[in-house]
């Protein structure tokens, strides 16, 4: 086994047993970076910083006082400022940004002594679920039926095939609506989006402010927890940061969860829903039940209406979010004519920097929030998401503890499959995970089996709100119970 | 005490070709908190920096910058809502007010639509003494103040500065309760005034530290009383904005400008439009604002960035139990203990400093006296030479050490002013120096007597005459202070040479 | 709620990004396939729901009116597309 293809959790043992070196275990995941540029997962590779990391990690390590992410290599979604490294979000119009700060979770990770491999690819702006609508084209699924390449879904579409293909240990991910969970799930890793205000937003380029929230993406549920663990906790630049002390997360896996209550949420299963998909549920309920779990029948009346509000909020919050990029300060700036003024400057700027499907978005949220719509679908979409939460609200207050859905409605579709779709039919990807972001509640996806084609599914698991730990358990006895093992072939 | 019975002062009225036209003006005047830090980041609000030097990079609205709140910007807003009588809102929220301009970096102002901090409110806007308009507050809220466009440095490009951008304003909106230039000038001066009372805003409108909105539209007479008694604005005439406007007196040019240029659209048959207008000091004209010549469609949404702002009772307790004594009650304790005139009174609470600097020498002294000297000699010598009240020479001791020697008799008035020069040239003891120099009147009864009687023997023609003539004896009493070299008591004199004239 | 094209240049307008007079028309049927799927939300029973204000309710954070922030504007003008003598400049603007 290469040292690249380890856990966080088996590499930290190795790292502080003196068993493996952090520079080693970088070199290991440098070599297998450079030998995924078919994947076109790294957008921007930075090892230089990667070494002089891993031997600031060495040194640590030798102290013996080196916390559990020292040394680790990790992958970090264009999505965060990283000082001095290009973070363009996936987007031209930030071609060329080198933030002069650090986010404030890379500023934790690297802090811990994590090391940077480089950026990974995601959809712009985070704003795709296919990672197709990259300025950088899109990232690849390792995994593959035939000779077509897959998505490895999106956003972050990059960071999920990086972590399959074991071109990192782990990489950072976001989730507005399902940006983590879903190409976790495409790809056969586990990622978590937390409870939102668990991870400081500071840093991270905005999508949608009050959806957005970032994760770890990694080969278990151990790896999350540790991994979640050096991420999450109260920052004070971030006002919707929350000032909670952050549990052992790592400590809760004990793998008992006789007792506790599992709620099966029956709006989940919809018309139409592949077999496959219905059955990998089954067979996740079943598991739970054996691991001494009570499965009660729930309802969450609101979830059709999750979709429709979702794409009314997240774009709303996006228009005004993305309107910072006007060719002023940073980014890119049109070539102007003769005449023209700032007007044409900025609609220059905007129409050649932001994609189609960004600047769609962009338009509906200008849409949605003028004069005389607002009410009609803003102020009406967050009404709904009232009583979404609240949905939540009532089966918690039952005594269920975790929620278990499916995580997609498919499995990996092919790369260009969806060019000519409505946008609204790529929009259905999120269907499983959206009530999660609207309701700010921490989710996890699992994989749990192969379809028939032979490509990994997951399941999600929605836990209570800032109780990860609890989930983590939960999803750590539905991992073990699953066994899912499987890699994919090597073909980059 | 402010239950005052004042009357209402009659609206400017402008004749027109047809019959006469009243004004409406209504007002949304900028104050800048007098913070050290921004309303959203810890870059400082000082003026004359460096370009973009007091620049937080959530100032710059670089990706993923967050803002954070400055608690003594909200404590700074809740203080002037206490300041205007108004209702204080435990619950506020933060807005997104969203259009493209180069000096607003993050593509939308940080404000407060929806849920304002401050609601409804007063201010007691006086004209002169009895006559005053009770103008109504409708709201303040805490927004973010933009950069500065620099147009004039390169003939192809408009140069940008953050500097001032996010720094925190109170927004303080009125009703269109102001009748005409003077008021809505006087308007801007009593809530200038109020703010400095509360040291929430210093005031510097040179330095656009407060800045009017002037909202202008003309009606015919009568429309404006059914405007207040059903508060439907389709009473009046469509109002024009007048934008920025940070002098006094270019408020009441640009009002009466704008009045008259309504006036002739109107009178043209025409209609107004409504717009945002710009003064031009230079023309004394006001115009169309290009770069708002589209209609705007703020699309307001609440900040996902921020919280809704909840305050607690017992902390705005808390300020309203360390506000200070506002100008309105100041002004009528002053008139009421000192007994001071309207006018003295006004002078005297124009600002915090002349107030506390009146009431030092008042104290234990006559209060009309203590005015007098404070009004008429101290700050007539420190207008003169330019000087504020803080950097006088004379100081509460020494000006209060001159009106002792008055109150005494010690030194006459004419000698008091003479004092008065030497200590704001030389400074000093008053005492000390009247003393030293021969200041002091003579009260010694045996001496002045003496030139009395020296007088009156030296002058037995002047005698003779004073005795016919009563009125002459004003001649010895003059004689005599000049042979004391003036500092014979003269009330002194006159009673001895009436007695020894047997007057 | 169906856009026409009218609709669609005045949103493209308002949120500053040039679209081609030919491309209206594709992007108005776009954006309304969009809302019609929005419009679900009509079927929704809202009354006497508050819209949410924030999905985990604590206390807005303050900071102390303390200088801790700037001095930088070398870092500020680092990204500039263009930046002359300290300034950000842009095509010349008219009030």
Redesign the interface.
């Known amino acids: 086994m290469n040292a690249n293809e380890l856990t966080i959790a088996a590499a930290r043992d190795a790292l502080r047993k003196g068993d493996l070196t952090a520079v080693d275990l970088t070199m290991s995941c440098l070599t297998a970076m450079d030998a995924g540029d078919g994947l076109n997962a790294f957008v921007h590779k930075t090892p230089e910083i990667a070494l002089d990391q891993a031997r600031a990690a060495d040194a640590r390590l030798a102290q013996g006082d080196a916390p559990a992410m020292c040394g680790i290599p990790l992958g970090i979604k264009d999505l965060f400022c990283t000082k001095g490294v290009p973070s363009q979000a996936g987007s031209n119009i930030l071609k060329g940004f080198r933030p002069e700060y650090e986010s404030t979770v890379t500023t934790r990770l690297f802090e811990a002594g994590a090391v940077m491999l480089g950026k990974l690819n995601m959809d712009e702006f985070a704003m795709g679920s296919s990672n197709e609508t990259s300025c950088y084209g899109p990232a690849v699924n390792p995994w593959k039926v035939d000779d077509r390449q897959l998505t490895p879904g999106g956003s972050s579409g990059g960071s999920a095939a990086a972590v399959a293909a074991d071109l990192c240990l782990a990489a950072t991910g976001t989730d507005t609506g399902g940006s983590i969970r879903q190409p976790a799930a495409f790809t056969g890793i586990v990622g978590i989006k937390p409870t939102y205000g668990r991870v400081s937003r500071w840093g991270i380029v905005a999508f949608a402010s009050s959806l957005d929230q970032a994760g770890p993406m990694t080969k278990t549920v151990r790896d999350a927890a540790i991994f979640l663990q050096a991420m999450a906790g109260h920052d004070p630049k971030d006002s919707t940061s929350a000032n909670l002390a952050v549990p052992d997360f790592e400590a809760a896996l004990t793998g008992d969860i006789r007792g506790t209550t599992i709620g099966i949420p029956k709006e989940y299963r919809m018309d139409g829903m592949p077999d496959e998909i219905e059955a990998l549920w089954a067979r996740g309920i079943a598991m739970m039940k054996d691991a001494g779990a009570r499965i009660v029948d729930i309802s969450l009346p609101h979830t059709k209406y999750a979709l429709p509000a979702y794409y009314v909020i997240a774009p709303a919050e996006a228009s005004s979010n993305l309107a910072r990029y006007d060719g002023v300060r940073y980014g890119h700036r049109a070539k102007l004519t003769a005449g023209d003024g700032i007007t044409e400057m900025y609609e220059k700027t905007r129409a050649e920097g932001f994609g189609p499907e960004v600047q769609r978005r962009i338009m509906v949220g200008t849409y949605v929030l003028s004069a005389g719509f607002y009410d009609a679908y803003y102020n009406r979409a967050r009404r709904v998401r009232a009583l979404i939460k609240r949905d939540f609200e009532l089966a918690f207050a039952e005594g269920i503890d975790a929620i278990l859905t499916p995580a997609t409605p498919s499995s990996a579709f092919g790369l260009g499959e969806m060019a000519s779709a409505d946008p609204v039919e790529m929009y259905l990807n999120d269907v499983f995970t959206v009530t999660v972001n609207l309701a700010g509640l921490p989710g996890i996806a699992v994989p749990v089996g192969l379809d028939r084609r032979g490509l990994p599914l997951g399941l999600q698991l929605i836990g209570r709100p800032w109780a990860e730990g609890d989930l983590l358990n939960h999803a750590h006895v539905l991992e073990t119970a699953a066994g899912f093992v499987a890699k994919a072939d090597k073909w980059w | 005490m402010l239950d005052l019975t004042y009357t209402l002062p009659k609206p400017r009225v402008i004749a027109g070709a047809r019959h006469d036209w009243e004004l409406v003006i209504g007002m949304e005047i900028h104050a800048q908190v007098a913070s050290n830090a921004k309303l959203f980041s810890g870059a400082s609000t000082q003026v004359g920096s460096e370009p973009n030097s007091n620049v937080a990079f959530v100032d710059a609205a670089m990706p993923g910058m967050l803002p954070v709140i400055n608690e003594f910007c909200i404590e700074q807003a809740v203080r002037t809502g206490l300041g205007l009588k108004a209702q204080i809102n435990l619950t506020s929220a933060f807005d997104r007010k969203n259009y493209f301009y180069p000096d607003l970096p993050q593509g939308y102002q940080i404000s407060q639509l929806y849920h304002p901090i401050v609601g409804m409110g007063e201010v007691l806007v006086e004209m002169s003494p009895g006559v005053a308009r009770l103008v109504r507050i409708e709201r303040i809220h805490l927004e973010q103040d933009a950069g500065k466009s620099i147009h004039d440095m390169d003939p192809a490009m408009s140069f940008v500065d953050f500097n001032r951008t996010g720094v925190a304003l109170m927004e303080i909106v009125s009703r269109p309760d102001l009748r005409g230039p003077e008021e809505a000038a006087a308007y801007v001066a009593k809530l200038r005034q109020i703010l400095r009372y509360l040291g929430t805003c210093d005031g510097n409108m040179q330095n656009g530290n407060l800045r009017a909105d002037v909202n202008v539209s003309v009606c015919r007479p009568g429309q404006y009383e059914k405007y207040q008694a059903t508060q439907d604005f389709g009473h009046l005439g469509t109002r024009c904005e007048i934008k920025n406007m940070n002098s006094m007196r270019f408020i009441q040019l640009a009002i009466d400008f704008e009045a008259r240029r309504q006036i002739a659209i109107l009178e043209d048959g025409g209609t107004v439009h409504q717009e945002t207008r710009l003064y031009d000091p230079d023309k004394n004209e006001t115009r169309s604002m290009r770069s708002k010549e589209e209609a705007h469609d703020y699309r307001y949404f609440p900040d996902p960035d921020l919280l809704p702002l909840e305050i607690e009772q017992a902390w705005v307790d808390d300020i309203a139990a360390q506000m200070p004594e506002l100008p309105d009650a100041k002004k009528a304790r002053f008139m009421g203990d000192f007994g001071l005139t309207d006018y003295d009174a006004n002078v005297l609470t124009a600002d915090l400093e002349s107030a506390a600097f009146f009431e030092a020498v008042a104290a234990g002294r006559d209060g009309k006296m203590a005015a007098n000297w404070v009004i008429n000699e101290l700050f007539g010598r420190l207008n003169k030479q330019g000087l504020a009240i803080a950097d006088s020479p004379v100081s509460v001791a020494q000006l209060g050490g001159v009106l002792d020697l008055i109150a005494s008799g010690e030194i006459s008035g004419k000698m008091a002013k003479d004092l008065f020069e030497i200590v704001w040239t030389e400074g000093g003891d008053p005492a000390a120096i009247a003393a030293a120099r021969g200041m002091k009147q003579v009260t010694d009864t045996g001496a002045i007597e003496a030139a009395v009687d020296a007088i009156i023997a030296e002058n037995p023609g002047q005698v003779e005459k004073a005795r016919a003539n009563p009125k002459l004896a004003g001649w010895f009493v003059g004689q005599v202070i000049k042979s004391t070299g003036g500092k014979a008591n003269p009330a002194t004199v006159n009673e001895m040479v009436t007695r020894k004239l047997g007057l | 709620m169906s856009?026409d094209t009218d609709?669609?240049r005045k949103?493209?307008k308002?949120?500053?990004?040039?679209?081609e007079e030919a491309d209206l028309p594709a992007?108005a049927g776009?954006?309304s396939?969009?809302?019609g799927?929005?419009?679900?939300?009509?079927?929704?029973d809202?009354t006497g729901?508050?819209?949410?204000?924030?999905?985990?309710?604590?206390?807005?954070?303050?900071?102390?009116?303390?200088?801790?922030?700037?001095?930088?504007?070398g870092?500020?003008?680092?990204?500039?597309?263009?930046a002359?003598?300290?300034?950000?400049?842009?095509?010349?603007?008219?009030?």
Do not use: Y
């Open positions: 856009i609709t669609a949103v493209a308002l949120a500053r990004i040039r679209v992007l776009q954006l396939g969009i809302l799927f929005m419009e679900q939300l009509n079927e929704v809202v729901v508050e819209p949410m204000t924030s999905v985990t309710p604590m206390r807005l954070a303050r900071r102390a009116d303390v200088v801790t922030d700037g001095g930088q504007a870092r500020v003008l680092a990204n500039a597309p263009d002359r003598e300290g300034f950000f400049a842009v095509p010349k603007v008219v009030e």
